[in-house]
């Protein structure tokens, strides 16, 4: 019998399949990519699809790390495909993006994290599409200077790396990750120039006490941009849901990170990490207009 709790109403999406989802996913394989979108199983990939967006995933669709809320395939990775950066490029110009999203995997095998790789794919992505504005959303790197200072370095528009959960749960949640260090990494990027951005999973047996004090530490160290979504359990070997958050919850704590002076905000059930991040990158931009010059 399967002990899996039913979902509510505003967790049920219809199935993929319009055309523009079958150009998209074509194209993705015929370039031998891999999208998180297709290997964290999101919600919103027939949505993205249908638009003509989809957020890469590079590196390989192997992870070094073993997140317990995660869908993508943990265990030994093959090693980076050279040719992956061009690829990518080559599909953000076919699509014809103006906005990408670059992501990876966790690869603690390599020495530098895979932050040349990064650098790499965004540079290929701003010499192939001058106009397409770049977004990173990068693991920690063992806390490396090196590494982050590479891929800020690259420009990309919006560096993200998510603290995906409250500090108590990370045992449990993130046994590879550590809170402190993914802190330090966004406020080391954010003194290197970058906007940041970062965001949590609710539904993982966190209080929403600890909720507002993860928000309030993330603009403690300057981050610009956050996002909040409902954790949905991938498989029976996943960690079940604690408790799922209703639209108007996602709307109040929306409402208290505005408060706290995020420029950009998307909160809700269905919110994944590049969820509207053309749209939170357009924010910063109106923001910088409105700020009186130095």
């Known amino acids: 019998m399967d002990s899996r709790p039913r979902l509510p109403p505003w967790l049920k999406v219809p199935l ?22 297709q290997e964290a199983r999101c919600p919103n990939m027939g949505q993205c699809f249908e ?33 992956e950066p061009r690829q990518v490029a080559e599909a953000v110009r076919t699509l014809g993006l103006r906005y990408a999203v670059v992501t990876s995997v966790t690869r603690d095998d390599l020495p530098d994290g895979g932050a040349a790789h990064f650098a790499a794919t965004v ?14 959303l990068i693991p920690d790197f ?19 790396h998510n603290v995906e959960t ?45 909720v507002h004090r993860v928000m309030d530490d993330l603009r403690q160290v300057g981050c610009d941009l956050l996002t909040l979504g409902q954790y949905l359990r991938p498989s029976r070997e996943h960690l079940p849901v604690a408790r799922f958050y209703s639209p108007e919850e996602f709307d109040a704590l929306a409402e208290e990170a505005r408060a706290l002076g995020f420029s950009g ?29 130095s």
């Open 142 to 160: 063992e806390g490396s200077e090196v590494a982050l200072r590479q891929v800020v370095a690259a420009g990309p528009r919006v560096l993200n």
């Open 265 to 293: 905000v998307e909160a809700g059930p269905l919110v994944r990490s590049s969820y509207h991040a053309h749209r939170q990158a357009s924010q910063i931009v109106a923001e910088t207009h409105r700020s009186p010059q």
């Open 16 to 37: 993929p399949g319009g055309p523009r989802y079958r150009g998209v996913h074509s194209l993705i394989e015929r370039h031998r990519l891999h999208t998180v979108c």
């Open 123 to 136: 540079t290929e992505i701003m010499k192939l599409s001058p106009h397409c504005l770049v977004e990173v």
């Open 166 to 210: 409250v500090p108590s749960l990370y045992p449990l949640v993130r046994p590879g990750g550590d809170y402190g260090r993914s802190l330090e990494l966004l406020h080391r990027a954010k003194k290197r120039g970058a906007t940041t951005k970062s965001g949590m999973m609710l539904g993982l047996g966190e209080g929403v006490a600890e």
């Open 51 to 83: 638009e003509g967006t989809a957020t890469f995933l590079i590196l390989g669709d192997v992870c070094t790390r073993r997140c317990r809320f995660c869908a993508i395939t943990s265990g030994r990775p093959f090693p980076s495909d050279p040719e």
